[in-house]
């Protein structure tokens, strides 16, 4: 079965410093993942996608993620966290006509 | 932001009361999800739909129903609502069924049941 999960509920970072996000998988067959962020009352936004090829995946507002087949990991990262980086960052994982979520992570971003 | 409105955005209602939540997208896709968001749990699939007419259960769809008789439109109905169900649903889309293809939200519905 296909599930994922983040190991921290939450995550606190310093303005300008760099951010990491942790995710781990476990799937049966290719993995196709994703990072989705929810800002306060407001639906989830897709943010990147791990397919096939490059482990480093670039996607929007500055977020890149690493993926990491030995460590069955995906961590979002961010060279330089803005404070409207804080929000709610959720890794996914695709199964039979189903994405399943990990439990979230709260990114706070201190000024 | 995709073309996905839900609607009531907040509901408060009673035990034992049917209660429906709509999710219109303009979007023309032919893939629509009902999720809940419980703390602790990220989110849940209750029901998708694969077409018009077209509909499969979810992970968690006891207590639910939903339909289709539309492109654009997908009702989610709590045939008699119960506390536990008490929470945040959110629709979402897809263009396919891929499994690399990113869904679309909305932007939920928070529902309460007293």
């Known amino acids: 079965a296909q599930s994922v999960a983040q190991p921290e509920d939450q995550v606190n970072v310093a303005e300008g410093n760099p951010l990491t996000v942790k995710c781990t998988y476990s799937?049966?067959?290719?993995?196709?993942l994703f990072w989705y962020v929810q800002y306060p009352n407001r639906g989830l936004q897709f943010l990147l996608k791990?397919?096939?090829?490059?482990?480093l995946v670039k996607g929007s507002y500055g977020f890149e993620a690493e993926f990491n087949k030995s460590q069955t990991s995906f961590h979002l990262k961010k060279p330089s966290a803005l404070v409207s980086d804080s929000a709610l960052y959720f890794c996914a994982v695709t199964g039979a006509n189903n994405l399943f979520f990990g439990t979230g992570t709260r990114l706070t971003v201190i000024p | 932001d995709a073309g996905i409105t839900q609607s009531p955005r907040h509901k408060v209602t009673e035990t034992g009361t049917p209660v429906t939540l709509r999710c219109h997208q303009t979007e023309n896709h032919r893939y629509m999800y009902w999720y809940r968001q419980d703390p602790g749990h990220g989110l849940r699939l209750i029901h998708y739909s694969y077409g018009v007419k077209d509909t499969d259960k979810g992970e968690v769809s006891d207590g639910y129903s939903v339909s289709r008789s539309k492109t654009e439109d997908f009702l989610l109905t709590l045939e008699s609502a119960t506390s536990s169900q008490t929470s945040v649903y959110f629709c979402a889309i897809s263009e396919s069924d891929r499994e690399n293809q990113p869904q679309h939200f909305g932007d939920g519905t928070r529902l309460s049941i007293l």
């Open positions: 799937v049966s067959g290719n993995p196709y």
């Open positions: 791990y397919i096939t090829g490059d482990n």
